[in-house]
């Protein structure tokens, strides 16, 4: 049964970082494109960030040259660096394969 576990979330100030993790199970993890979306309140869920299984990476605009997507093809985790965070960041952070399968997201707010 496949599982994706996100964490890292938390309280961030305006030009901070967090590390998000996703740790996945029950599928052949390297395998397959793994992605970050997130869902800020009110508005539709949006697409992140891609890594392909040999690494090639693709970023929203909003994000690029702020956030990095990588992964560990043998600790099965999939992570997203993001640094200088601003408000509009806030949002629930959700990781999700190329299978369909989805984790239950992790809160990330940014605030002063």
């Known amino acids: 049964q496949a599982r994706l576990v996100e964490s890292g979330g938390g309280l961030a100030q305006p030009g901070g970082s967090l590390r998000l993790s996703c740790l996945a199970s029950?599928?052949?993890?390297?395998?397959?494109?793994m992605s970050w979306y997130r869902q800020a309140p009110g508005k539709e869920r949006e697409w992140v960030a891609a890594?392909?299984?040999?690494?090639?990476?693709n970023y929203a605009d909003p994000v690029k040259g702020r956030f990095t997507i990588s992964r560990d093809n043998a600790k099965s985790t999939v992570y997203l660096q993001m640094n200088s965070l601003k408000p509009e960041d806030t949002a629930v952070y959700y990781c999700?394969?190329?299978?369909?399968?989805w984790g239950k997201g992790t809160q990330v707010t940014v605030s002063s």
């Open positions: 029950g599928f052949t993890f390297s395998r397959y494109i």
């Open positions: 999700s394969c190329s299978l369909g399968h």
């Open positions: 890594i392909f299984s040999e690494g090639t990476t």
